[in-house]
């Protein structure tokens, strides 16, 4: 009963924080714009909070390892509401500068270099006591409300900026994140043991193959995400539509990820993880290459959602075999890396992009993202296969077989 009610909390003020992140996705510019004048000052905090998240896997390798109890996450969630609220507070006196922005942006990235791995890892451990299976489950409902968020957030977002309240939403996500710590402050210690190595992310891949297979496909999916979100905001422009293109695919990829969320455990349960995973991105990429074919609103949002559902399996598949071979400071070092995976392969992408598309063309850049994508799946798929083949005699216990959740 306790590890259900402590993975209650941790979810729920999960979703609450990241539903509150969308909404300043919304109002952040705009009250940086009009505090001071600067296009470029727009994007100060979200450029500098990925600074640490990079570079996280030199400077956080003990610091992660501290996160390991809910009072812990809720320190975390303290110093990242401060960094927040630190924003609408000095607009409201009309003290706001970029450099305040850069700080404000570094203390962010460290809290969420920190926050995101630890409170997936206490989620999961939080499984491990609740039942059998039960970690992969709460992983990927915790992915699920994060795609709500998504979905419904900055709807939300543009309706209470409409109405004036800008300087407001900036409070809300402050007040959401340290919520979020508070709700997590009954959730209990996972500790390991004194004088235990403190595990560096590559000494945790060494013996896991599979979950580096995993992150290839997916920082893979990181790097090409440009093409859907920038590549349908180019085309719109272009087509003198602006926005909608981009709202039809992100509209169909929120339903589809939702959907994959409600289907992904029975999948899981059936499928081996690394094709499962290697399968969902190849797929994914096809949805692209379609959207560069068949520039249409409906299409678009078809595939959208055709690739929200197959992107869900796919995360579902990683959580599954980082879950199932790992535990305590090594799961946090896994699950660290994959927030570096993620964020360093999008910011590369987002970097990128504009000059491609500019060269290229958005449904050019669609197409060879897709299929760019879909290749490097398939390789993967080909080069996890290829060990199970030759070791006939003896096979190893590996995670192609399907275990029970």
């Excluded at 570079?55 to 003990?62: C, G, K, Q, T, Y």
Aim: aromatic content about 6%; charged content about 10%; overall charge positive.
């Amino acid at each position: 009963m306790r590890a259900r009610n402590e993975a209650l909390a941790l979810l729920v003020g999960g979703g609450v924080a990241d539903l509150a992140l969308r909404f300043t996705q919304v109002a952040l510019p705009l009250v940086v714009l009009h505090e001071t004048g600067s296009v470029a000052a727009t994007g100060l905090v979200g450029g500098a909070s990925g600074v640490p998240v990079l570079l996280s896997p030199w400077w956080a390798r003990r610091a992660r390892q501290w996160v390991d109890s809910g009072p812990r996450l809720a320190v975390v969630a303290a110093i990242q509401a401060l960094a927040l609220a630190s924003v609408p507070a000095t607009a409201m006196l009309g003290l706001l500068t970029p450099g305040l922005l850069v700080v404000s942006g570094l203390l962010l990235g460290c809290g969420e270099a920190l926050s995101t791995p630890g409170r997936s890892a206490l989620l999961a451990d939080t499984g491990d006591r609740w039942g059998e299976g039960k970690a992969v489950v709460l992983l990927t409902w915790q992915d699920g409300l994060r795609r709500v968020g998504m979905m419904v957030g900055p709807v939300i977002g543009a309706f209470a900026v409409s109405t004036g309240l800008t300087n407001g939403l900036l409070w809300v996500e402050a007040v959401g994140v340290l919520a979020a710590g508070l709700l997590a402050c009954t959730v209990k210690a996972e500790r390991a043991p004194e004088r235990t190595a403190t595990p560096s992310i590559r000494a945790s891949l060494k013996t896991r193959p599979d979950v580096l297979y995993g992150w290839i496909v997916r920082g893979t999916g990181c790097v090409t995400w440009f093409a859907f979100t920038l590549g349908l905001s180019v085309i719109g422009a272009q087509r003198g539509e602006p926005g909608v293109y981009l709202a039809a695919g992100m509209t169909g990829y929120g339903v589809g990820s939702v959907i994959g969320t409600a289907i992904s455990l029975a999948v899981v349960r059936r499928l081996p993880p690394v094709p499962l995973a290697a399968g969902a991105w190849g797929f994914m990429g096809f949805c692209w290459a379609g959207m560069g074919l068949w520039t249409q609103p409906p299409f678009i949002a078809l595939m959208g959602a055709l690739s929200g559902i197959s992107v869900v399996l796919g995360i579902a598949a990683i959580s599954v075999v980082i879950t199932r071979t790992s535990a305590g400071a090594e799961r946090r070092a896994l699950l660290s890396g994959q927030t570096v995976v993620v964020n360093a392969g999008s910011s590369a992408g987002m970097l990128a992009g504009g000059p491609i598309i500019a060269a290229a063309g958005a449904e050019h850049t669609l197409i060879g993202a897709g299929l760019l994508t879909t290749l490097i799946a398939s390789a993967i798929l080909v080069k996890a296969a290829r060990p199970r083949s030759r070791s006939r005699t003896a096979p190893e216990p590996n995670l192609w077989v399907p275990h029970d959740l």
